[in-house]
């Protein structure tokens, strides 16, 4: 018997995937676009109803607040983000705003009042396609945005900051929005797996034990462009020949340890002139690198850098490498999944523990408060996609323990521990 109410979430989630809709199930909202604005509205809208105070800061974020019996007490903070893909979903990430609003929602009708406040998170960009960096709204309120940030550019040349001030914010007043840390009990997180471990395992739900930490590198190689019928092959510096031996590189390293959750893309590649007969002159691609073993990931890393120099040197290019991104691996909360895994138990579901490959805005949290994550079952495993699936019986089953679990750490307010505002410097 679950308490939450399955249908009207299953419900909202089918009518904001209405919002930026493509094909029958696709969705595209990129971050701070007059589609992810409209979705962030009617959220908001939601919020309201359920009775949330309801505002939208200076980084685009959503955030919703129920005031507990202590209202200066540090928050449990719930939520993901509702941005996508340009080619996405409708379960990625807007699972776990609108299941947070559920649970907020379910707490009213079982008229259970929280000792701490709830709040719910929309967090704005996580995605980080449009920018080509992610976790934008959960890094400001937590005061981690890097220098230049505003000044990013998307594929049309609109930068960051003119984006934010199309989407109504002000990006002058960013410190208005920050947190004071110390007011951030912990936070949950409900997503979909987008991955095939779950469904391997014929289980509708699972318990995350930690996110493995990306590595986001852009390589630009530059050789000489030339007449593609008169330049001889010896002669030539042609920056994409480099590139593709790269990119094999790249596939060969992190396929060489049978079963490690080492993975490598390059799923970005833009040529110069990108004509088809001119030897292509500057060639910029990007790579995403993850482990949840660091060390290996690292190691890795530095065989691809020794590898671009080689390649390069080979085929007389120069090159330039920079970081976008790099952030260790980030390990969930014992205490919250110990009382995840005999909330299962209640339920009368087997949980298993699982490493989250991709990142969330849980990895920037991670760095502050406590932190724990909830995955439901993907078909296929497939996302960032608009084949992206989860049933409603599973969505329904990762609420119901979303919503258990808050129930646990609000009513008794002192499993959570305070605190841990670590020093150490956050880099995305
Ligand atoms: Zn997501």
């Not at 309201?48 to 919703?64: K, P, Q």
């Not at 970005?268 to 690198?289: C, H, M, Y």
């Not at 205490?335 to 138990?345: D, F, L, P, V």
Request: with cysteine; aromatic share 6%; net charge negative.
């Amino acid at each position: 018997m679950l308490t939450i109410n399955a249908e009207r979430l299953n419900e909202k989630l089918r009518e904001l995937a209405e919002i930026g809709k493509i094909g029958d199930t696709g969705v595209s909202r990129l971050a701070h676009s007059k589609k992810d604005k409209e979705a962030v509205l009617k959220v908001k809208s939601w919020m309201e109803e359920v009775g949330l105070s309801a505002r939208i800061d200076n980084f685009g974020n959503l955030i919703g607040r129920l005031e507990g019996e202590n209202p200066d007490a540090p928050a449990l903070m719930l939520g993901s983000h509702i941005d996508s893909q340009p080619y996405g979903g409708r379960f990625d990430g807007v699972l776990g705003v609108l299941g947070a609003l559920e649970v907020v929602q379910t707490l009213q009708e079982q008229k259970i009042t929280p000792a701490i406040s709830i709040e719910v998170a929309a967090f704005s960009d996580e995605e980080g396609c449009r920018f080509n960096k992610g976790l934008f709204g959960v890094r400001g309120i937590l005061g981690k945005l890097e220098e230049g940030e505003l000044d990013r550019q998307d594929k049309d040349g609109v930068t960051r900051r003119e984006a934010l001030i199309e989407f109504g914010c002000d990006p002058d007043k960013f410190k208005e929005s920050e947190y004071n840390l110390s007011k951030i009990a912990a936070f949950l997180e409900l997503h979909i797996e987008q991955g095939p471990v779950l469904e391997a395992k014929g289980e509708a739900v699972g318990i995350v034990t930690g996110i493995s930490g990306p590595l986001w590198l852009t390589v630009e190689l530059t050789g000489l462009a030339g007449h593609a019928g008169s330049v001889p092959m010896p002669m030539r510096q042609d920056a994409l020949v480099g590139a593709a031996k790269v990119i094999v590189k790249l596939n060969e390293l992190t396929s060489k340890i049978p079963g490690a959750s080492t993975v490598g893309t390059v799923g970005g590649l833009k040529v110069f002139p990108d004509s088809r007969n001119i030897i292509p002159e500057q060639v910029t691609f990007t790579v995403d690198l993850r482990d949840i073993d660091e060390t290996r990931r690292d190691e890795i890393e530095s065989e691809l850098r020794q590898s671009i120099n080689q390649i390069a040197t080979e085929h007389g290019l120069t090159y330039k490498i920079t970081e976008d991104t790099k952030s260790e691996p980030r390990f969930c909360n014992d205490k919250i999944m110990n009382i995840m895994k005999s909330e299962s138990e209640e339920i009368g579901i087997n949980t298993p523990e699982l490493m989250s490959g991709p990142f969330h805005d849980s990895l920037a949290m991670s760095y502050v408060c406590d932190y724990a994550m909830i995955f439901v079952r993907s078909k296929g495993g497939i996302s960032h996609n608009p084949k992206e699936y989860s049933a409603p019986e599973d969505i329904a089953l990762g609420t119901e323990l979303l919503y258990r679990t808050v129930v646990k750490l609000v009513v008794d307010e002192h499993l959570l521990t305070g605190n841990p505002v670590v020093t150490e410097t956050i880099s995305f």
